[in-house]
């Protein structure tokens, strides 16, 4: 009962800690990266990360090894690399790069495993991720991104159908004086609508095909900082319920299974030793400068070296958390796709570990 309860502590605290710490990063990062978006224009983004030229997947690539992102605090990146139209095999590369590869991972990893297992590992996470990302662009997996567009709904009143031509936005005078505001029925959007708001531009009504219509106020023009913070808020608003069941489920795995179990199952013994802890590093929420020395205590309890390099891929390449992120963004296929290709590189890395080193 004893050990329940301390597991169920550990998981509790764990949540808490993730929670708080995933939900600044994720604030910091979108401001920081709403701020960069500002001061470099959609065009020149693309023009350096552009599919069609090579060398956006090495820049991605380079990109994702000096930021020291986790998996989940890539996402506020990676969103902003959509938006802004990247190309979508180097925005993929950045995806698969980013947790895997950062200084600090490779000086831990040198004092940890030695050159040689560091050198291997570099070549394998940066390789298959260009790589794959190549093969996924080709493949059309860019049809599986979801447009934010088609979770918001038109700013016409009962909303504007897709087939009528666009929302002529006049002036709130004219509309007001005009037959369609008298098809607006309640009063207070009559009077919001003719009403002049002090220190701001007239307000507009766009008036629909379908005569309906809607009150819409002219942009407000922020300071850099404030849109920052405002768009940062907005995308921690939209991602807030993906990263609390990601963080709640990882954290409660995380507190009930205890290291000796996973070293007892990905022992030297176990011939699917590496596609398992490939497999069970994914439901753990474990950064790789946290999981790179918890590795050299399991080798001590009987892991293999293989299957030790394929729990730290798996473990920092991709979370549930980040999985469940992922999901405002990609439909299915590309969520199966993504796995497939961190599950992949974790086999592999594991088996050349343990065939070459």
């Not at 997996?141 to 009962?158: L, M, N």
């Not at 809607?214 to 405002?230: C, G, H, N």
């Not at 907005?234 to 963080?247: E, H, I, R, S």
């Not at 009987?302 to 469940?324: D, H, K, R």
């Amino acid at each position: 009962m004893n050990d329940w309860l301390t597991m169920l502590r550990d998981a509790s605290q764990m949540f808490l800690f993730l929670a708080f710490e995933l939900s600044v990063l994720f604030l910091v990062i979108s401001a920081g990266v709403s701020l960069i978006r500002q001061k470099i224009p959609d065009t020149k983004i693309q023009a350096m990360l552009g599919a069609r030229k090579g060398r956006g997947y090495f820049i991605s690539a380079a990109l994702g090894a000096l930021t020291p992102f986790c998996s989940c605090s890539t996402i506020p990146m990676l969103r902003g690399l959509l938006s802004a139209k990247a190309g979508f095999g180097p925005t993929l590369t950045f995806l698969f790069v980013s947790p895997l590869l950062n200084p600090i991972i490779v000086g831990l990893m040198w004092a940890t495993f030695g050159w040689k297992v560091t050198v291997l590992y570099a070549v394998i996470a940066a390789g298959v991720s260009v790589l794959a990302s190549m093969l996924l662009d080709m493949l059309g997996f860019e049809r599986h991104v979801i447009d934010p567009k088609e979770a918001k709904q038109s700013s016409c009143g009962t909303g504007c159908s897709t087939t009528t031509s666009e929302p002529a936005s006049v002036s709130a005078t004219a509309c007001c004086s005009s037959k369609v505001i008298k098809s607006i029925k309640p009063l207070k959007a009559q009077t919001s609508c003719c009403t002049m708001q002090s220190n701001e531009a007239a307000s507009t009504l766009s008036c629909c095909a379908d005569g309906t219509a809607a009150l819409t106020q002219a942009p407000v023009i922020l300071t850099a900082f404030a849109k920052a913070r405002l768009d940062a808020w907005q995308q921690f608003k939209d991602v807030l319920p993906y990263l609390l069941l990601g963080v709640l489920i990882g954290s409660f795995i995380y507190g009930f299974i205890p290291a000796e179990w996973i070293a007892a199952h990905a022992g030297a013994g176990n011939p699917l030793a590496i596609p398992f802890s490939a497999v069970v590093g994914i439901p753990l929420y474990i950064r790789a400068e946290a999981v790179i020395p918890l590795a050299s205590v399991l080798l001590g309890k009987g892991m293999g070296m293989g299957a030790v390099m394929a729990l730290i891929i798996g473990s920092a390449g991709a979370s549930l958390t980040e999985v469940i992120l992922l999901k405002s963004m990609f439909r299915t296929p590309m969520i199966l796709a993504f796995l497939t290709v961190i599950l992949g590189m974790a086999v592999m890395m594991g088996y050349l570990t343990q065939w070459l080193l």
